[in-house]
């Protein structure tokens, strides 16, 4: 087994490319160890001493570091335990774990501007934000402030407020007017 190693624009945070499936749909997001109870890889991930996060998208794995270790010490046993994880058969998620959908649901007045906002998020958000190794969910709209949580690279990034006001605010606005801000929100 090949893994492929990515940087982010977090520079706490690299990309792994397994070179198969992870969750093959939806993503999952472990911020710390103690969510990592429902996943055998997260688990064989933070057993690694500086590991402050994993994320897991479609054929990815993101890991965050925290600033006391460095990548070239921890970067090895990460792909030891990638590769492990994958040689044992092992699910990814064990069986009453599922992947997060990615949206909230929203019902009432707004329900066609969310619906609209959702399908943008989708079709030009999401994707390229996986390319960095992270994702964006939708939490909310209200009063014209579209709510978004970042997960896995995109978490503590420091680009992460550009992104959301330069790059998606402006796009969301573009397209449907009646939003006027976008604001991140906590897990």
């Given at each position: 087994?090949?893994?492929?190693?990515?940087?982010?624009?977090n520079p706490?945070?690299?990309?792994?490319?397994?070179?198969?499936?992870?969750?093959?749909?939806?993503?999952?997001?472990?911020?710390?160890?103690?969510?990592?109870?429902?996943?055998?890889?997260?688990?064989?991930?933070?057993?690694?001493?500086?590991?402050?996060?994993?994320?897991?998208?479609?054929?990815?794995?993101?890991?965050?570091?925290?600033?006391?270790?460095?990548?070239?010490?921890?970067?090895?046993?990460?792909?030891?335990?990638?590769?492990?994880?994958?040689?044992?058969?092992?699910?990814?998620?064990?069986?009453?774990?599922?992947?997060?959908?990615?949206?909230?649901?929203?019902?009432?007045?707004?329900?066609?501007?969310?619906?609209?906002?959702?399908?943008?998020?989708?079709?030009?958000?999401?994707?390229?934000?996986?390319?960095?190794?992270?994702d964006i969910?939708?939490?909310?709209?209200?009063?014209?402030?579209?709510?978004?949580?970042?997960?896995?690279?995109?978490?503590?990034?420091?680009?992460?407020?550009?992104?959301?006001?330069?790059?998606?605010?402006?796009?969301?606005?573009?397209?449907?007017?009646?939003?006027?801000?976008?604001?991140?929100?906590?897990?």
């Amino acid at each position: 087994m090949f893994i492929q190693t990515e940087s982010t624009p977090n520079p706490a945070t690299l990309k792994f490319l397994p070179g198969r499936d992870v969750l093959g749909t939806g993503t999952a997001d472990f911020p710390s160890v103690e969510s990592a109870a429902s996943s055998p890889l997260a688990t064989r991930l933070f057993a690694v001493i500086g590991v402050t996060g994993v994320f897991f998208g479609s054929d990815f794995v993101t890991v965050t570091k925290s600033d006391t270790v460095e990548w070239d010490h921890i970067k090895p046993a990460l792909l030891g335990a990638i590769m492990e994880h994958f040689q044992t058969g092992e699910p990814v998620l064990s069986a009453e774990a599922s992947p997060a959908a990615g949206h909230a649901d929203h019902d009432g007045e707004d329900g066609e501007i969310v619906d609209q906002i959702k399908e943008l998020l989708d079709t030009r958000v999401r994707p390229a934000v996986a390319q960095d190794g992270g994702d964006i969910t939708f939490h909310g709209f209200e009063r014209g402030v579209v709510y978004l949580h970042m997960q896995g690279a995109c978490a503590g990034c420091p680009s992460s407020t550009l992104t959301l006001k330069m790059g998606i605010e402006n796009l969301l606005r573009h397209y449907i007017p009646e939003v006027t801000e976008v604001r991140p929100v906590a897990a």
